[in-house]
């Protein structure tokens, strides 16, 4: 059985002027192409397709970020750093050894990146706290306003000389070339690069929810902000390998992958409001920034209102993990499995899968005496 299905992104994954970014002319077969793939299409093809995609909307939005007038466009990059990280790590096996390393300087990018996003959010989580507050209030918050601009100018600077330096600009030249080359060859060779998108991420999609569902599982009353980013960064994982090609799954997968979205955006409020905080604990230890005692005055009511944020995301985890993990669960697993059984890898499966089978047939259980309240 196959199931066609398209590729074409939604509004807020295109380019800037709305249109999808040039696929170039390489040839590919009839499934595969830019508009086009199936269950049985190699997954290698289906990666090459997603890569290329994605530098076209790196080459996009790339010079608003160097600008630095829009936060968006940090934003942006930012994402689509992460996006292209997420499939060089789903696809490593299925890909040309050219694109597996390419994903070293993806990492670095982001670093670059995250320091400049992070400032962006804090002067927007400032600027809307500054809003709520009475005018007689508000001008003692300008010099920590002028304080973050300061940070945000320098790591901005910083993102710019990497984004400009010639590592970046090979690895733009790296990634186009690799994906537009007819006879790339995957790093572990022709056999792996064969496998059927639909058998790939059916183990991707399993594995990735058992490490969710442990990483959950570790959370109680006492766990740090690392165990919640470790959550955070198993949710997105598990979001990436679905969105690769959730066309094939349908109904099932739009539902999880909106249950996901859900629980990644508590743990990042919690995530921005905990870093927020820190910096603002930071800057007022710290001498140098000579801040007015009015200043210090409300960044402490600032730091106490990051607080509450982060415990009331924190009190809300419980309800969007339940969805995540159970009917909706259950619904994709079956999906997966279905596509999985259609298509040409369907005979013998490895015993790998079987047992992710039944690891995940456990997983979906929201009852029982060992079920996380999370």
């Known amino acids: 059985m196959?199931?066609?299905?398209?590729?074409?992104?939604?509004?807020?994954?295109?380019?800037?002027?709305?249109?999808?970014?040039?696929v170039g002319a390489d040839p590919a077969p009839a499934t595969a192409t830019a508009d086009a793939f199936?269950?049985?299409?190699?997954?290698?093809?289906?990666?090459?397709?997603?890569?290329?995609?994605?530098?076209?909307?790196?080459?996009?939005?790339?010079?608003?970020?160097?600008?630095?007038?829009?936060?968006?466009?940090?934003?942006?990059?930012r994402v689509i750093a992460r996006r292209l990280d997420a499939t060089l790590g789903l696809f490593k096996?299925?890909?040309?050894?050219?694109?597996?390393?390419?994903?070293?300087?993806?990492?670095?990018?982001?670093?670059?990146?995250?320091?400049?996003?992070?400032?962006?959010v804090q002067l927007e989580g400032l600027a809307a706290y500054t809003r709520k507050l009475p005018a007689s209030e508000r001008a003692a918050l300008e010099p920590l306003k002028a304080r973050l601009a300061l940070e945000r100018a320098q790591a901005h600077a910083r993102m710019v000389r990497v984004l400009e330096a010639e590592p970046a600009r090979r690895w733009v030249e790296t990634l186009t070339a690799a994906t537009t080359e007819p006879e790339a060859v995957a790093a572990d060779g022709d056999s792996a690069r064969e496998a059927s998108v639909a058998s790939l991420?059916?183990?991707r999609v399993r594995r990735r929810f058992r490490r969710l569902r442990k990483a959950v599982d570790r959370l109680g009353e006492h766990s740090s902000m690392d165990d919640y980013h470790r959550v955070r960064r198993r949710?997105?994982?598990?979001?990436?390998?679905?969105?690769?090609?959730?066309?094939?799954?349908?109904?099932p997968a739009d539902?999880?992958?909106r249950s996901l979205r859900r629980l990644q955006d508590e743990l990042g409020?919690?995530?921005d409001a905990s870093m927020a905080r820190g910096h603002l604990i930071a800057l007022?230890?710290?001498?140098?920034?000579?801040?007015?005692?009015?200043?210090?005055?409300?960044?402490?009511?600032?730091?106490?209102?990051?607080?509450?944020?982060?415990a009331q995301a924190r009190g809300t985890l419980a309800k969007h993990w339940r969805k995540v993990r159970g009917r909706r669960w259950k619904a994709l697993r079956e999906r997966l499995a279905e596509l999985r059984d259609a298509g040409p890898d369907a005979a013998d499966p490895p015993v790998a899968d079987a047992a992710l089978t039944l690891a995940a047939t456990a997983d979906s259980s929201s009852t029982g005496p060992h079920a996380h309240p999370l």
């Not at 990666?47 to 936060?71: K, N």
């Not at 949710?235 to 109904?251: N, V, W």
């Open 255 to 257: 539902e999880m992958l």
């Open 269 to 271: 409020s919690q995530q």
């Open 235 to 251: 949710a997105k994982q598990l979001r990436y390998a679905l969105e690769a090609s959730a066309r094939l799954y349908g109904k």
């Open 2 to 22: 196959k199931v066609l299905v398209s590729v074409h992104e939604p509004a807020a994954h295109r380019g800037v002027d709305g249109s999808r970014p040039a």
């Open 38 to 77: 199936d269950a049985t299409t190699p997954a290698g093809e289906v990666a090459r397709l997603e890569v290329r995609r994605l530098v076209g909307e790196w080459l996009a939005h790339e010079p608003g970020a160097r600008r630095g007038h829009d936060p968006e466009e940090v934003h942006q990059v």
């Open 284 to 310: 007022a230890a710290d001498p140098a920034c000579a801040l007015p005692p009015a200043t210090l005055f409300l960044m402490g009511r600032l730091a106490e209102h990051h607080a509450r944020v982060t």
């Open 201 to 203: 991420l059916e183990r």
């Open 93 to 120: 096996r299925h890909l040309p050894a050219s694109l597996v390393r390419a994903r070293k300087m993806a990492k670095a990018l982001l670093r670059a990146l995250g320091a400049t996003r992070d400032l962006d």
